[in-house]
C-alpha cells in the first residue's frame, strides 16, 4: 500500500518533469513543423466523424431525457437553453475528451510505446536526433490545439442533436431554436468552458507520449503503456473539470 | 583469468597515436544484482575491425550502448576520439554521435516511415541546407552501397530480415560516420545473406576508412572482418587475439566457440 502510494507520488514527479520539458523544448529550434502537422491531421481530422456520432447522440439523449422532467415543472420551453447550458459547459467538454482519451491517448502510448520498444527511439537517439522534439513535442501540441476544436465541433453537433431531440415530441422551427439558445447562453459559458478544453488536450497527449516514451522493455509493456496512458487520461480529465468548475464559481 | 596481450596484435603495435575508442574498467549494474559488465577493458585502434564474442546475455549490447551513451555506467571511462564522453554535454555528446555509426541487434527502422524517408530522416536532421534533389541522390547512393536501391519505396514491414539489417545499415553510413558498432550485423540470416553483409562489412572499412566494432555470434563473420577478437565473460574480457591465435587457444572454453 505505502508502496505503490510512493510509486504513484514517484510517477507524478516523473510525470511533471516531463512535461516542463515540453515546455522548454517548445521553444528551442529545431521546429518539426511537418510532423506537428500530420499529428493534426492523425489527432484532429481522423477523429472527427467519432466525434460528430457521439456529440449528436449526446445532444438528442439529453433532450429526451430532460423534457419529462421539464413538463413536471410546465417548463418545456426551457428545454433548449438547459440542454445547451448542460452541453457547452460540461457534458459536450468531458465526452469529448474521454473520448480522445480512449482514442488518441492510447493511440501514442501505443505507438510511442512500440517504438521505445523496438529501439526506434535509442536509435533516434544515437543518430543525435532529438526524439522528444520530434515524438513528443509534435504530439502534445496537436493534442492542446485540436481538442478544443474537436470540443467546439461537438458542440454543434450536439446542439443539431438536440434539436432533432426535440422535434421528436413537438415542433420547432430551428431559427427559433438557435435563438432560444442565444438567449440563455452567455458569453461567461462558453470562456471556462473553452479554456478546460486546452487542458484536456495537453494532458490526452501529454500522458500518451509520457507512458509511451517511458514504456519498459518487452512487448507487454506496449499494451501496458496504451491501457494505463487512457485510465490515468481520462481520471485527469475529471480532475481537471472538478478543478476548472470550482475556479469558475469563484471568479463568476 | 584474463590473458596478456601476448606476443599477437602487430596492428597495435607499430600505431603510436590514440587509438580511437578506449575503454577503462567499465562496470554496470542492472537493478540491484544484475552485474552486467564489471571491469572491461578494451581498445579499438584507428581502421581496426574489432570483434566481441561472448555468450548471450553477456553484457556485448551493453558494452556498445555505454559507447554512445545510451546506457550510463555506473564507473570507469570511455574515451572516444581521445574525448571522454562521459563528460560531454548533450550537445557536444550529439556532435559525437554523428561521427558513431551504430547499427541496432534489431535494425531499428521507422515503423511509419518508407525507406526513403528512414534515410532521409536522419540525413536532413544534420544537413537542413540540404534540396531534396541533394537529399535523393544522397539516399538513392547510400541504397546502392548495400545493394538494395529498388527497396526504396517499401515500408519496413514489408522488408525480410536480411532486407532491415542492410536498410538498417545503409541508413548508418548516409551520415559518413568515421567509427560503426555494429550490434549483430547477421544473426538470424542465411549463410549466403550473412556471408553477404560480412562482405559489405570489410568493404565499408576499405572505402570510408572507419573503425568498427562487431558483435556477432557468427564465426564466418568473425574470421572475414575480425583484425582483433575479444571474448567477453563475467563481465570483464576475458581472452584476446586474432583469429588464428584464439582457435588454438589452451582454454577450451574459448576454442569452443570456434566449432
Ligand atoms: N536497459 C536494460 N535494463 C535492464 N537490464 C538490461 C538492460 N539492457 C540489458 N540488460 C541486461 O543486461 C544483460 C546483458 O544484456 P545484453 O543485451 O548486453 O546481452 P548481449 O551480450 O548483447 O546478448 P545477445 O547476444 O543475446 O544480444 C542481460 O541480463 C539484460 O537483462
Ligand atoms: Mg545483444
Redesign the pocket.
Known amino acids: 500500500m505505502i508502496l505503490s502510494l510512493k510509486n504513484t507520488f514517484a510517477q507524478i514527479g516523473n510525470a511533471t518533469l516531463f512535461a516542463s520539458r515540453f515546455f522548454k523544448e517548445l521553444i528551442v529550434p529545431p521546429y518539426e513543423a511537418k510532423e506537428f502537422l500530420k499529428q493534426c491531421y492523425i489527432i484532429g481530422y481522423k477523429s472527427f466523424p467519432l466525434v460528430a456520432i457521439t456529440g449528436f447522440i449526446m445532444g438528442l439523449v439529453l433532450t429526451i431525457q430532460s423534457r419529462p422532467t421539464l413538463v413536471t415543472f410546465g417548463a418545456e420551453s426551457w428545454l433548449p437553453g438547459m440542454v445547451a447550458l448542460s452541453l457547452i459547459r460540461e457534458i459536450a467538454p468531458v465526452i469529448t475528451a474521454l473520448i480522445c482519451a480512449g482514442k488518441i491517448s492510447s493511440g501514442i502510448g501505443a505507438e510511442l510505446g512500440s517504438m521505445k520498444v523496438t529501439e526506434q527511439i535509442d536509435a533516434m537517439e544515437v543518430s543525435a536526433i532529438n526524439p522528444y522534439n520530434y515524438l513528443v513535442v509534435t504530439r502534445i501540441l496537436a493534442c492542446t490545439l485540436m481538442v478544443p476544436i474537436l470540443v467546439i465541433f461537438a458542440d454543434a453537433i450536439g446542439l443539431v442533436g438536440g434539436y432533432a431531440g426535440i422535434n421528436i415530441k413537438g415542433d420547432v422551427n430551428f431559427y427559433r431554436y438557435l435563438s432560444q439558445i442565444i438567449q440563455s447562453l452567455e458569453f461567461s459559458d462558453l470562456i471556462p468552458a473553452t479554456i478546460k478544453t486546452f487542458f484536456f488536450g495537453f494532458f490526452i497527449g501529454m500522458i500518451g507520449c509520457f507512458k509511451g516514451f517511458n514504456a519498459a522493455?518487452g512487448t507487454e509493456s506496449v499494451g501496458r503503456a496504451a491501457n494505463s496512458a487512457v485510465v490515468t487520461a481520462s481520471l485527469s480529465i475529471f480532475i481537471i473539470d472538478m478543478i476548472a468548475v470550482q475556479l469558475t464559481d469563484l471568479i463568476y | 583469468m584474463i590473458k596478456e596481450k601476448k606476443n599477437s596484435d602487430p596492428k597495435s603495435k607499430d600505431k603510436n597515436q590514440a587509438p580511437i575508442i578506449e575503454i577503462k574498467n567499465l562496470h554496470?549494474t542492472?537493478?540491484k544484482d544484475?552485474k552486467?559488465l564489471q571491469g572491461v577493458n578494451l581498445t579499438v585502434n584507428k581502421g581496426e575491425d574489432l570483434v566481441i564474442l561472448?555468450?548471450?546475455?553477456?553484457?556485448?549490447?551493453?558494452?556498445i550502448?555505454c559507447i554512445v551513451g545510451l546506457?550510463n555506467p555506473d564507473k570507469g571511462e570511455i574515451k572516444v576520439f581521445d574525448e571522454n564522453i562521459l563528460n560531454l554535454s548533450k550537445s557536444e555528446l550529439n556532435k559525437m554521435r554523428v561521427k558513431i555509426g551504430f547499427l541496432f541487434?534489431s535494425a531499428a527502422l521507422y515503423d511509419s516511415m518508407s525507406v526513403r524517408e528512414n534515410l532521409a530522416f536522419t540525413l536532413r536532421a544534420h544537413k537542413r541546407d540540404l534540396t531534396a534533389d541533394e537529399v535523393e541522390n544522397e539516399v538513392i547512393e547510400a541504397l546502392e552501397n548495400v545493394g538494395l536501391s529498388d527497396a526504396i519505396d517499401k515500408m519496413p514491414a514489408e522488408l525480410s530480415g536480411g532486407m532491415r539489417k542492410r536498410i538498417g545499415l545503409a541508413r548508418t553510413l548516409i551520415l559518413k560516420p568515421e567509427i560503426i558498432l555494429y550490434?549483430?550485423p547477421t544473426?538470424g540470416l542465411d549463410t549466403i545473406t550473412s556471408r553477404e553483409i560480412s562482405e559489405l562489412i570489410l568493404d565499408i572499412k576499405h572505402k570510408q576508412k572507419t573503425s568498427s566494432i562487431i558483435?556477432t555470434?557468427d564465426m564466418a563473420c568473425a574470421k572475414l572482418t575480425a583484425d582483433r577478437i575479444m571474448v567477453?565473460k563475467d563481465g570483464k574480457i576475458h581472452a584476446e587475439g586474432t583469429y588464428e591465435e584464439l582457435e588454438k587457444d589452451e582454454d577450451e572454453w574459448v576454442r569452443s566457440f570456434f566449432e
Open positions: 522493455n | 554496470k542492472f537493478g544484475n552486467v561472448g555468450r548471450s546475455g553477456s553484457g556485448k549490447s551493453v558494452t550502448k546506457i541487434q550490434d549483430e544473426t558483435i555470434h567477453l
